[in-house]
T-cell receptor, first 113, second 111 residues
Framework: AQSVTQLGSHVSVSEGALVLLRCNYS??????LFWYVQYPNQGLQLLLK??????LVKGINGFEAEFKKSETSFHLTKPSAHMSDAAEYFC???????????FGSGTRLLVRP | SAVISQKPSRDICQRGTSLTIQCQVD?????MFWYRQQPGQSLTLIAT?????????ESGFVIDKFPISRPNLTFSTLTVSNMSPEDSSIYLC????????FGQGTRLTVV
C-alpha cells in the first residue's frame, strides 16, 4: 500500500524567504511523485512530477523538488517566496504510471509581507 | 496540456435527490478518475472511469451510490445518488496526459 505524509499543515514564511514543504512517501513499488497547488475555490494545478528520470525536478513558478529514495522524501522548495505563492500544496504518489493518486493531507503556505 | 471542463461548478441540493456531474476533456485521454475532497480535507480517489465498461471503485465507494459513465475517451459523468449532508464535498474529475490534470471541481452542498 502507498501513503504520503506531509509534515506541517501550515507553513508561514516571509516574502523573499526560502519555501520548504515536506513530503515523505511509502510505496512498495517504484513511485511516481507529484506536487499540486490549489488556490482558493479552484481545482488542482500540477507544479512538478517525478517519474523515475532525473531526481531533481524543476517545475513551474520557480518550484523544484528532489527525489531521495534513501529518505523516501520528495520535498518541495522555492528559493524566494512571493505573495502569490500563498495556497494549499498537496504531495501525491502513484504506483508507477497508474496515475491513481494517493494524496497527502496538504500544507497551507502563508506568505507574510 | 489538455483542459477539463466540469459542470456544474457548484450546486445546492436537497437530501434524497441525485446530482450528475459532467466532465469534458478537450482531447482524448486514456485514463480518467473521480476524486472527492471533503471540507478542509485532502483528496480521496472514488473510482477509475473506464471507457466502455464499468468503473473500478476504491474501497469505501460503491456503484449504487456513485454511478459513473464513460462513453468515450473525452467525457465522463459521476452521479451522487440519494444524497445526504455527508455528501457535501468538492468532486473533481481528473484526466491523464503525461500527468494527472484536474477540472475546477464541483462544490456540492446538501441541505
Amino acid at each position: 500500500a502507498q501513503s504520503v505524509t506531509q509534515l506541517g499543515s501550515h507553513v508561514s514564511v516571509s516574502e523573499g524567504a526560502l519555501v520548504l514543504l515536506r513530503c515523505n512517501y511509502s510505496s512498495s513499488v517504484p513511485p511516481y511523485l507529484f506536487w499540486y497547488v490549489q488556490y482558493p475555490n479552484q481545482g488542482l494545478q500540477l507544479l512538478l512530477k517525478y517519474t523515475s528520470a532525473a531526481t531533481l525536478v524543476k517545475g513551474i513558478n520557480g518550484f523544484e523538488a528532489e527525489f531521495k529514495k534513501s529518505e523516501t522524501s520528495f520535498h518541495l522548495t522555492k528559493p524566494s517566496a512571493h505573495m502569490s505563492d500563498a495556497a494549499e500544496y498537496f504531495c501525491a504518489v502513484s504506483e508507477g504510471s497508474s496515475y491513481k493518486l494517493i494524496f497527502g493531507s496538504g500544507t497551507r503556505l502563508l506568505v507574510r509581507p | 496540456s489538455a483542459v477539463i471542463s466540469q459542470k456544474p461548478s457548484r450546486d445546492i441540493c436537497q437530501r434524497g435527490t441525485s446530482l450528475t456531474i459532467q466532465c469534458q476533456v478537450d482531447s482524448q485521454v486514456t485514463m480518467m478518475f473521480w476524486y472527492r475532497q471533503q471540507p478542509g480535507q485532502s483528496l480521496t480517489l472514488i473510482a477509475t472511469a473506464n471507457q466502455g465498461s464499468e468503473a473500478t471503485y476504491e474501497s469505501g465507494f460503491v456503484i449504487d451510490k456513485f454511478p459513473i459513465s464513460r462513453p468515450n475517451l473525452t467525457f465522463s459523468t459521476l452521479t451522487v445518488s440519494n444524497m445526504s449532508p455527508e455528501d457535501s464535498s468538492i468532486y473533481l474529475c481528473s484526466g491523464v496526459e503525461l500527468a494527472a490534470f484536474f477540472g475546477q471541481g464541483t462544490r456540492l452542498t446538501v441541505v
